[in-house]
């Protein structure tokens, strides 16, 4: 063995990997006992100010170092917050951690308690002036933010807006628009109701005057009410 140089130099290569595999293996047990604390917390994305605040105490009561801190702890400590409907959290060598927060976008108040976002999420934030207001069954939330942004599209080329939207607990739903307009769309067929409020709101608000009250639960037409008047007129019903 001596003697072959060629083994001699393999040997050696060997005792030198093993040699290193047992330096790294070291380190690394030494570092993952919190050795190498992290320093800094990185969030991105904390647009409000209940975020922004938490963001800026990230360091507090982090436990482990770099190698040993539980991201998925992390991650969800950030996602209990109020504003925030998911984080991602990172590792970035040697001594930080990269938090990437997607924040709720608000659609409308939910219940006068809380907010709805885009996506049909309610979330735990006092809603703010200037909302539209929805009234409805928690279990409804996903599907009242669907029809909420369907509506929304249907009424954005006649200039209005919604303002509130009440459903009651069999389903059934009204809207009260910016302009003061209340529209009653019943449980059936909202698609097919709104489309035909439409269709016909320019007609016969120019043929009836400015409207108060519009009651689509007609198979074939519409029932309105002028502004001024107490009065009712039926168009087509059935």
């Known amino acids: 063995m001596w003697n072959k140089p060629e083994l001699l130099t393999r040997l050696a290569n060997w005792l030198m990997l093993v040699t290193l595999l047992y330096a790294l ?120 933010a669907h029809r909420y942004g369907e509506f929304a599209r249907l009424l954005a080329p006649m200039n209005l807006k919604i303002d509130s939207v009440q459903v009651s607990a069999r389903h059934a739903w009204r809207l009260r628009l910016a302009n003061g307009l209340v529209v009653e769309l019943g449980r059936e067929r909202l698609s097919e109701r709104m489309r035909r409020f439409v269709a016909t709101y320019s007609l016969v608000e120019a043929k009836a005057g400015r409207l108060a009250y519009v009651d689509l639960r007609y198979p074939n037409g519409l029932a309105v009410r002028q502004e001024a008047h107490a009065g009712q007129a039926d168009a087509g019903k059935a």
């Open 25 to 144: 293996l070291v380190t690394v047990r030494h570092y993952a006992d919190g050795s190498l604390p992290i320093r800094r917390v990185d969030v991105l994305g904390a647009n409000h100010a209940e975020t922004r605040q938490a963001a800026r105490t990230a360091l507090q009561g982090l436990q482990g170092g770099f190698f040993s801190v539980n991201l998925e702890q992390v991650r969800q400590g950030y996602e209990a917050l109020p504003w925030v409907k998911s984080a991602l959290v990172r590792k970035v060598w040697p001594d930080r951690l990269v938090v990437e927060l997607t924040e709720h976008v608000p659609a409308a108040a939910w219940n006068a308690q809380a907010m709805l976002d885009v996506h049909g999420e309610v979330f735990p934030v006092r809603p703010y002036a200037g909302l539209p207001r929805i009234y409805a069954p928690d279990a409804m939330a996903l599907e009242v």
